[in-house]
Structure formats: C-alpha cells, structure tokens
C-alpha cells in the first residue's frame, strides 16, 4: 500500500463475492461447496506479506535489508491476490444473484471504508479539509473497486479468442499512457488486469502443477536469485513502478520502457507467484481458518499502518536497528494474523459483509411451468392427451 494519495495500497485480501478479495478473495459458486483448504492457506500467506510490505514501507530509506524485501514482495504479493481473484470469478456470468453479491459483499464495502479511511485521516492526520472522493480510492480501497470492475468484465474474457495477449496489450498500453486520470486508479486496474485475466483461465490442475516436487525445488534458487536482484534493485530502481499508479513518462521513463516493464513485471510477478503457490500447505494447518477472513485483515490493517505513521510510532530509536526492523516485521504479522479471527469477523461484519437483503427486490422463484415457454406446455399437454403434436 502505499503512502501518499495517488499512490494508494497495495493489496491485499483477495475478495471476490461477499471478496470471502482482492484483496478475502472469494468463491463464487451457485451453491456452497467446501471450501478447500490450500487456497484459504494461500490467501493467509499472502495477507501476510501484505502486512510486512506496509510495515516495512517507512523503513526503506535507513535499511536497504527493508528496502530489499519491500522490492521482492511487492513484485508478486498483488500480483497473487489478483491471480486468486479471478480464478475464483470464472463463474461468474451477472445473473441477478451474483450482481445481489457483488454489490454487497464488494461496492458497498468500497463505499463504507472509502469514507471511513478519509475521515481516519482528517482526524489522525489533522487535515480536516481532505476531500472525500469516491472516484479517488483511498489506501487499501483500491483493490475492492478495482476488483469490482474486473469480476463485471468476466463474462467479456471468457468470449474473445486470446484473452491474455488483448490483456496484456491493454496493461503495456495503460502503462504509456499519462493522460488516463486517476479516476478509481484505472491505472492500477488496467495495469494489474493480466493477472486477473490469468485467473480467470486457470484450473485446478494448473495449482496441483505448481505444488509439484521439481517445481517446488526448482523455486529455491529462483527466490534466491530474485532476493539478490531486488537486493542490488533496491537503491537504484524506481519503486513506483510495482504500485501500478503512473505511466512511464509520469516516472520519467520514455514510452518504450513502459512497454518493456509492463511486460517484465508481468513475467517477474508470474514466476514468484508460482514459486510462492508451491510452498503454500495443501492440507489444514492452524491458520487455515484465518484464510476466510483476509478482507477483514486487509480492510482493518490499514487504519492500524496510516495511524504507525501519523503518530511517529516509527520515530522510536529502536526502530531503525536490525533488531527494530524483525520486531516491526512481527508486530506487522501478528496485527494482521488477530485481525483475521473469528471473533473480529464477528465484531466488524457489519461494515466487511453487511447485509443488504432489504435493497434488493425479493426474487421470485419461477415454477417449471412458468419457465417453460407456451408452446412447449401446449406440445406437452396435446402428448399427455393423446393428440398429435401441431407441426409448422
């Protein structure tokens, strides 16, 4: 997430339908299935960097160590979320229920938190005149909006022949394009679409794949490798260009080299997504239960990062010590492990998953009969009588 007003938040909590994300990404089946253990997992974990990357964000200039792992997870951490995003969107088709869940389990909350995050800032920031812009996501906000648009584009995905090429195309595209705006970060929406696009093509066989013994040995030097990269990147590169939020030429770079780090972002971020799928637990551990409550981790945790900063907790001497540095790390992890409970779920799902059943109209069941078309139950009824049917 990120630290001034157009540079927003990173991701977070997958959230899909009710997100459990984008952040809690979640299914969006018909009917309930169990859910399955190694995505409720993958979704923790990756909370989890979510939270160290935004402890880690005000410490990147006196620790290049900081700086480092900041670079490395914010290379695939968003890029993940999303990917879960969209795998759990392949159903979605905007039949009436899921736009009902849509709009209460995704909008609404855009809405609520949007405006509680700006008046957070009014009063912890003292800057009572901070303008409240829904057209602007605040902070973490971005990804509910941004996730909103992508599971309405679902339906378009799925028709058109090569959807991870026109994606891709979209997001080079989007990245060499400085007069776009930042109406509901639609750089970041397009800019991050090829992921969410990736999900929406990806099956279950493509996740066992990934978990596979050579694909889990072989991502022990591929994570070296990045950690070494992003150790020499770190002072020298541009952090702006993982936040998605600017076009090349707004961070000083010509046309052609946003084409190029799109592409090359895309890759990087694939590559570490698979290498981090591959240590993900199939199996119940004891944070499998946490992994339904991301989105209340993700939307929560903020106010906890904005406020670190307002109030100069960071200004602490221990703080910029190595030891400071592991002990920020820790009380970033377990910040965001409590606010994924039960019992936070339980205090907060009236703002994270409010009900909403009283604004939409009641749907009717329709009968067999109802659904059948006139001259189907005219045919049936002739059968049923002995009469032969009417032929055109």
């Known amino acids: 997430m990120l630290h001034v007003r157009n540079q927003r938040a990173s991701l977070p909590a997958v959230r899909?339908?009710?997100a459990d994300p984008p952040p809690s990404v979640t299914d969006d089946p018909p009917r309930v299935k169990p859910r399955d253990p190694f995505f409720d997992n993958a979704k923790y974990l990756a909370i989890l960097l979510v939270a160290m990357g935004h402890a880690w964000t005000p410490l990147r200039d006196d620790s290049r160590a900081a700086s480092a792992l900041y670079v490395f997870v914010y290379t695939f951490h968003m890029p993940a979320f999303i990917l879960l995003a969209g795998y759990f969107s392949r159903s979605f088709t905007g039949r009436p229920d899921q736009l009902r869940r849509l709009i209460a389990g995704i909008l609404v909350p855009f809405l609520v938190f949007d405006t509680l995050y700006v008046l957070f800032k009014r009063w912890g920031d003292n800057d009572p005149d901070y303008p409240i812009s829904l057209l602007?996501?605040?902070?973490?906000?971005?990804?509910?909006?941004a996730l909103f648009i992508w599971r309405l584009t679902a339906p378009v995905w799925k028709l058109i022949r090569w959807p991870l090429p026109v994606a891709l195309v979209i997001a080079a595209l989007a990245a060499v394009s400085p007069h776009l705006g930042?109406?509901?970060n639609i750089q970041r929406v397009l800019q991050f679409l090829p992921f969410f696009v990736l999900g929406l093509l990806a099956r279950r066989e493509h996740f066992a794949w990934a978990r596979r013994r050579e694909v889990r040995l072989a991502s022990v030097p591929v994570v070296a490798a990045a950690l070494a990269m992003a150790y020499w990147a770190a002072p020298r590169m541009e952090h702006g260009w993982f936040y998605r939020t600017h076009s090349a030429q707004e961070l000083g770079q010509p046309w052609s080299v946003g084409v190029v780090m799109s592409l090359a972002l895309f890759g990087c971020g694939l590559v570490l997504t698979v290498c981090f799928l591959a240590w993900v637990p199939k199996g119940r551990t004891w944070f499998t239960v946490l992994g339904a409550g991301t989105v209340y981790g993700y939307l929560l945790h903020g106010f906890v990062a904005k406020g670190s900063r307002w109030w100069d907790w960071y200004e602490a001497p221990w703080v910029a010590t190595p030891g400071g540095v592991v002990a920020v790390t820790v009380i970033g992890a377990v910040v965001i492990t409590v606010l994924c409970t039960p019992p936070v779920r339980l205090a907060f799902r009236f703002l994270v998953e409010p009900s909403m059943g009283w604004a939409f109209r009641r749907e009717e069941r329709e009968t067999h009969e109802?659904?059948?078309?006139?001259e189907g139950r005219?045919?049936?009824e002739r059968s049923a009588s002995g009469q032969r049917p009417v032929r055109p």
Request: proline fraction near 8%.
């Open 136 to 145: 602007d996501p605040y902070y973490v906000t971005w990804f509910l909006i």
């Open 182 to 184: 930042n109406d509901l």
């Open 378 to 380: 005219e045919a049936r």
């Open 370 to 374: 109802t659904r059948e078309a006139p």
């Open 16 to 18: 899909a339908t009710a």
